[in-house]
C-alpha cells in the first residue's frame, strides 16, 4: 500500500507563490490518481486538484487559473504549484492516493498523508 508524505509549506504573503510535493513510497506512485485537498478548522476538506495516471489534472473552482498540479511517475511525486496566494488559501494541504480519476470528493481516496501547513499573510 502506498504512503503518501507532503512537504514543502510555509509563511508566504499574499501574492507570492509556493510549491507542495507529495512523494509516495511503498508502492508506486504511477498507479493511484492524487488528489490534494485542503481543510480549515471547522470547515470541511475541500479538493483543490486531482490529477489523474496520465497527468490530466482538474480543479476546484477557488483556484483555477492560480495553482498547477503535475507529477513526476519516474520519481515518485505528485506537485502543486500555487500562485497568486491569497490569505484564504491558508489551511492545512493533504495529498491523498485514489483510483478514480477527475473527482475531487475526498471519499473516493483512501490513502492521506500527514498534512503540510500553509499560511498566507502580510
Known amino acids: 500500500q502506498v504512503q503518501l508524505v507532503e512537504s514543502g509549506g510555509g509563511l508566504v504573503q499574499p501574492g507570492d507563490s509556493l510549491t507542495l510535493a507529495c512523494a509516495a513510497s511503498g508502492s508506486t506512485v504511477r498507479n493511484y490518481v492524487i488528489g490534494w485537498f485542503r481543510q480549515t478548522p471547522g470547515r470541511e476538506r475541500e479538493g483543490v486538484a486531482s490529477v489523474c495516471l496520465g497527468g490530466r489534472a482538474n480543479y476546484g473552482d477557488s483556484v483555477k487559473g492560480r495553482f498547477t498540479a503535475s507529477r513526476d511517475n519516474a520519481k515518485g511525486t505528485v506537485s502543486l504549484q500555487m500562485n497568486s496566494l491569497e490569505p484564504e488559501d491558508t489551511a492545512v494541504y493533504y495529498c491523498?492516493?485514489?483510483?478514480?480519476?477527475?473527482?475531487?470528493?475526498?471519499?473516493?481516496?483512501?490513502?492521506w498523508g500527514q498534512g503540510t501547513q500553509v499560511t498566507v499573510s502580510s
Open positions: 491523498a492516493a485514489g483510483s478514480t480519476c477527475g473527482v475531487l470528493d475526498r471519499a473516493q481516496y483512501s490513502t
